[in-house]
C-alpha cells in the first residue's frame, strides 16, 4: 500500500511535541532531521513505530528520522502548513555543543542539494571515461555542453552555499547570492590581474570556484551584518540601503580579509590531511574505511563533505573520498549476503530492497533495516571495507572530481593525470566480496538471528 506521507508527517509534528517544538527542518538523502527546541517533549519509541519510518536518531539535540530515498517527499509533506520549515534557526537557539553545531549547521548547508550533485558525478564520470576511451574529443559541441553540465555547479557551488547557509543563519537569500556571485564573478574576467598587491600583501579575487569556507563565512558575516543594519535603518529605506550596505561592508571584508584568511586555512588543512596520510596511506585508507559508516550510523558523516570539496580545490584531487567508497560497499556487500540467508521472505524483500539502495550509494536502509540488526553483517561489512580502503591507501588511488554519492557509476571520476582507476575497482571489489561471503558463511553455520533460508 502506497504511504501517505501527509499522514506520517501530521504524526511526526503529533510525536515530537508540534510545530512550536521544532525550530528548523531539513533532510539528507535518507533522513528528515529535525532541530528540537526541548527533546523530553519528543516520543522516539512512537516515531520509530510509524509506517515507513526505519530508524530514529537523536544526534545531540537533532532528530533524525530515517526514511530512505523517499525522504523527499515526506519533507515536503512536513512543510505543508508548517512554519519552521521556512524560518531559520535562531542565533543561539538551541543547546548543542560547538561540534554538534557544526555538524548540523554543515549538514543543513549541504543536504538539500546533494541529490543534484550525486547526479552531476554521474554525468561527469561518464563524460570521462567517453573522453579517456577516445570516443569523444574535447572540441566537440556535445562534449562541451555535457561538461558545461558537469562542471557547472562546482565551480559556482558557493552559490548553491548562499542559499542554504542564508536559511542557516537568516540571511537574505537573494543578498547572499549577490555577495557570494560577487566571489566567483572574477572567474569570468580573464583580463583581471591574478594578484593585486595592497600594502606589501598579495590579494586575489580568483581563489573563490568551488569554495567552500569563505562562502559559508561570507553569509555568516552578512547574517550578523544585516541584522545590525535592520536595527539601524529605518524600514522606509531598509529596502535599498540595507542590501546596499550590506553587500559594501560585507564585500569589503571578505576579498581583504575573511576570504584570504579561509583560502589559507583550507591549504592548510588540506595539507595536514595530507600529511598525515602521507604517514602511512594504508593505515589510513583500512582505519577510515573501516569505520567510514559508524559516521553515517551517527549521523555525522557530512562533517567529512568539506574536507573532500577542499582537497579537490586546493590539491586537484582528493583520497578521502576513494576510501569510502570502499566503506558503501562493505555495507552494500553484507546486505547483499543477507538476501541468500534470509530466514522468510519478508526478511529477503528489507535485504532485497536495502541491498538496492546500497548499490547506489544510499547505505541507511542496510544499515538500519538489516546489518545493524544482525550485528555480525555491519562488522563484516566494516572488514571488507578496511581491506578495501588499505587496498586504496596502499596504491594511493585518488578522484580528481568530487564524489557526493558513492557508486559505481561515478568510477569515471577516478580517471585523471595519474589515474589508477582499475585499483580501485579490485578495492571496491574486495570490500564488497568479503562480506558477501562471510555473511554466507555465517547464515550457513549458525543461528542467532540469521539462519540458512527455508527450504
Known amino acids: 500500500m502506497k504511504l501517505d506521507y501527509v499522514k506520517l508527517a501530521q504524526a511526526i509534528r503529533e510525536q515530537v511535541g508540534g510545530d512550536d517544538n ?29 509506517p515507513g519510518v526505519i530508524r530514529v536518531v537523536n544526534a545531540s539535540g537533532q532528530l533524525q528520522v530515517v526514511v530512505g530515498p ?32 557544526m555538524l548540523a549547521t554543515l549538514g543543513a548547508i549541504f543536504t538539500p542539494y546533494i541529490g543534484v550533485l550525486a547526479g552531476i558525478g554521474v554525468i561527469k ?13 574535447s572540441d566537440d559541441l556535445l562534449f562541451a555542453m555535457f561538461n558545461a553540465l558537469a562542471s557547472g555547479v562546482f565551480v ?8 542554504t547557509a542564508a536559511d542557516r543563519f537568516g540571511a537574505s537569500r537573494f543578498t547572499a ?32 570556484g568551488g569554495a567552500v569556507i569563505p562562502a559559508i563565512l561570507a553569509v555568516l558575516l552578512l547574517s550578523n551584518v544585516e541584522r545590525k543594519l535592520k536595527q539601524w535603518i529605518p524600514d522606509v529605506a531598509a529596502l535599498v540601503f ?68 577542499i582537497n579537490i580545490q586546493v590539491q586537484g584531487y582528493d583520497t578521502i573520498m576513494a576510501m569510502f567508497m570502499s566503506a558503501v560497499m562493505g555495507q552494500f556487500g553484507a546486505v547483499s549476503g543477507a538476501i541468500f540467508i534470509a530466514r522468510n521472505l519478508r526478511d529477503r524483500q528489507i535485504a532485497l530492497s536495502a541491498s538496492l539502495s546500497a548499490f547506489f550509494g544510499i547505505t541507511e ?43 559505481v557509476f561515478e568510477l569515471g571520476l577516478f580517471a585523471g593525470p595519474d589515474s589508477k582507476m582499475i585499483y580501485e575497482v579490485a578495492a571496491i571489489a574486495v570490500a564488497f566480496i ?3 561471503v562471510l555473511t554466507l558463511i555465517y547464515g550457513r553455520w549458525t543461528r542467532p538471528g540469521v539462519t540458512k533460508p527455508s527450504a
Open 156 to 163: 559556482f557551488l558557493p552559490l548553491f552555499i548562499a542559499v
Open 177 to 208: 547570492l549577490a555577495l557570494t556571485a560577487a566571489m566567483v564573478f572574477p572567474l569570468t574576467q580573464p583580463d583581471l590581474p591574478q594578484h593585486f598587491t595592497v600594502l606589501g600583501l598579495n590579494i586575489s579575487l580568483k581563489i573563490y
Open 242 to 309: 540595507v542590501p546596499c550596505l550590506s553587500l559594501i561592508i560585507c564585500g569589503f571584508v571578505v576579498f581583504t580579509l575573511i576570504g584570504p584568511l579561509a583560502d589559507y586555512a583550507g591549504v592548510g588543512i588540506a595539507n595536514g590531511y595530507s600529511a598525515l596520510y602521507q604517514l602511512s596511506p594504508m593505515i589510513s585508507g583500512a582505519l577510515l574505511a573501516g569505520i567510514g559508516q559508524l559516521f553515517v550510523v551517527f549521523g555525522v558523516h557530512w562533517g567529512i563533505i568539506p574536507l573532500a570539496l
Open 434 to 436: 568479503v562480506p558477501f
Open 70 to 101: 523517499q525522504v523527499e517527499q515526506l519533507y515536503q509533506a512536513m512543510q505543508l502548513g508548517s512554519q519552521p520549515a521556512a524560518e531559520p534557526v535562531k542565533p543561539g537557539s538551541d543547546e548543542r555543543g560547538l561540534a554538534g553545531k
Open 125 to 137: 564520470g561518464i563524460m570521462v571515461l567517453l573522453q579517456t576511451q577516445g570516443l569523444v574529443a
Open 365 to 407: 536502509p542496510a544499515l538500519y533495516g538489516v546489518n545493524l540488526k544482525f550485528r555480525m553483517l555491519f562488522i563484516f561489512g566494516c572488514i571488507g571495507a578496511a581491506l578495501g580502503g588499505a587496498i586504496t591507501g596502499l596504491l594511493q588511488v585518488k578522484t580528481y572530481s568530487f564524489l557526493p554519492v558513492l557508486n
Open 22 to 50: 521544532i525550530s528548523h527542518i531539513s533532510h539528507c538523502a535518507t533522513r528528515l532531521r529535525l532541530a528540537i527546541h526541548d527533546m523530553a517533549n519528543v516520543d522516539i519509541p512512537a516515531i520509530t513505530g510509524l
